[in-house]
T-cell receptor, first 112, second 114 residues
């Protein structure tokens, strides 16, 4: 069982470019989440999805969008990347919105 | 607004010692509290989840306790090993309508010296 996979592992991106970070889970979890981790700021929730077909905004949603077309996939899109979006991005999932969360290995994104 | 604090920020102990990591939170209205470990450059690994109705959870050499009324949790690591070296994060899920986000502490960076 792979759990949660994220792609790419790392990426360097020019400012203004569009980028989609991919997240797939094979645990059939209903809820999925995107966090960013920054030194000194800790982990902050960007967007979440309680179930396929629904999404919600977290603490820092500006500049990001998500979709949840099916149970397994939860892509995060940066429509026009800016240097302040340089961060490590983690996808997570849980059986339900109040259950234990499991994290993917992360994507290290650098926007120049 | 819920805030989570972990003190100390870093801890270094010799191998074999028992140790306690501390986590405090400002609002006792929580669904659960979760402890994670994070190795450098890696993702978070869930260690223990304590529901708000529980007082403690155990997994192997790890024991986590929860005192909601005082807004505190501890992670006890018995017989520490060099492989326990990592950053340990605690996070609470607030008991607010529609609340989804875990609120994380800044972590305690633990080093176990052989």
């Amino acid at each position: 069982i792979a759990g949660i996979t994220q792609a790419p592992t790392s990426q360097i991106l020019a400012a203004g470019r569009r980028m989609t970070l991919r997240c797939t889970q094979d645990m059939r979890h209903n809820a999925m989440y995107w966090y960013r981790q920054d030194l000194g700021l800790g982990l902050r929730l960007i967007h979440y999805s309680n179930t396929a077909g629904t999404t919600g905004k977290g603490e820092v949603p500006d500049g990001y969008s998500v979709s949840r077309a099916n149970t397994d996939d939860f892509p995060l899109t940066l429509a026009s990347a800016v240097p302040s979006q340089t961060s490590v991005y983690f996808c997570a999932s849980s059986e339900g919105s109040g259950n234990e969360q499991f994290f993917g290995p992360g994507t290290r994104l650098t926007v120049l | 607004k819920q805030e989570v604090t972990q003190i100390p920020a870093a801890l270094s102990v010799p191998e074999g010692e028992n140790l306690v990591l501390n986590c405090s939170f400002t609002d006792s209205a929580i669904y659960n509290l979760q402890w994670f470990r994070q190795d450098p450059g890696k993702g978070l690994t869930s260690l223990l989840l304590i529901q708000s109705s529980q007082r403690e959870q155990t997994s192997g050499r790890l024991n986590a306790s929860l005192d909601k009324s005082s807004g505190r949790s501890t992670l006890y690591i018995a017989a520490s090993q060099p492989g326990d070296s990592a950053t340990y994060l605690c996070a609470v899920l607030p008991q607010l309508q529609g609340a989804q986000k875990l609120v994380f502490g800044q972590g305690t960076r633990l080093t176990i010296n052989p």
